[in-house]
């Protein structure tokens, strides 16, 4: 049972314009949501957070929007540049772990 | 900068050997995690760890077992490599996981194991 869900596994975008990443999930008691990004052979980093106290958060071109009542919350990159493109993974801490989505391959075209 | 160090980035077995897949932290972290990466299928989560010999089955621990001697490291080992163990093999940890407090968690860079 997938509590957290990437459900476009790669998005191709033209240089310059917004790439916008979604992720839904099952659980009402998650009320914190992280994004990542993994470039290949290389671990995933942290890219941005949002508490479940907001519905915005902001870090430079990187925007997180949380819809609580849809359970959906989504990342927005503006404007989107080729150095973006990799594999982005949205996770909620459960407990003492964390769950990730399936992610989302991002390719950004020059 | 929190560092995760895992011990090698790649490593080929050979099928029925014993697997060690070394990960040390340099932040005093109370949480490390043993994930593996396939395509389509994420992140899944193989075992973790809250403190010092305690540890927990995460999604997929069949096959696997960990170890935590220390705080600063966790090992994830395979008892007897298979082809399906095939997979990039992620190392993490963080300051806290559990609500009310919550803190990301820092990845290694991965080790890319092949069981031939």
């Known amino acids: 049972d997938q509590q957290v869900k990437q459900n476009s596994p790669s998005l191709s975008v033209q240089e310059g314009r917004i790439s916008i990443l979604n992720c839904d999930y099952t659980n009402s008691m998650f009320d914190y949501f992280l994004w990542y990004k993994k470039y290949p052979a290389e671990g995933p980093t942290f890219l941005i957070s949002i508490s479940s106290i907001k519905d915005k958060n902001e870090d430079g071109r990187f925007t997180v929007f949380l819809n609580k009542s849809a359970k959906h919350l989504s990342l927005h990159i503006v404007p989107s540049q080729p150095g973006d493109s990799a594999v982005y993974f949205c996770?909620?801490?459960?407990?003492?772990?964390?769950?990730f989505g399936t992610g989302t391959r991002l390719k950004v075209l020059a | 900068d929190v560092k995760v160090t895992q011990s090698s980035r790649y490593l080929v077995k050979r099928t029925g050997e014993k697997v060690f897949l070394e990960c040390v932290q340099d932040m005093d972290h109370e949480n490390m995690f043993w994930y593996r990466q396939d395509p389509g299928l994420g992140l899944r989560l193989i075992y973790f760890?809250?403190?010092?010999?305690?540890?927990e089955k995460g999604d997929i621990p069949e096959g696997y077992s960990v170890s935590r001697e220390k705080k600063e490291r966790f090992s994830l080992i395979l008892e007897s490599a298979s082809t399906n163990q095939t997979s990039m093999y992620l190392c993490?940890?963080?300051?806290?996981?559990?609500?009310?407090?919550?803190?990301?968690?820092?990845f290694g860079q991965g080790t890319r194991l092949t069981v031939v």
């Open positions: 996770a909620a801490p459960a407990g003492d772990k964390y769950i």
């Open positions: 993490a940890s963080s300051l806290y996981a559990r609500a009310p407090i919550h803190t990301e968690a820092f």
């Open positions: 760890s809250y403190d010092v010999k305690m540890k």
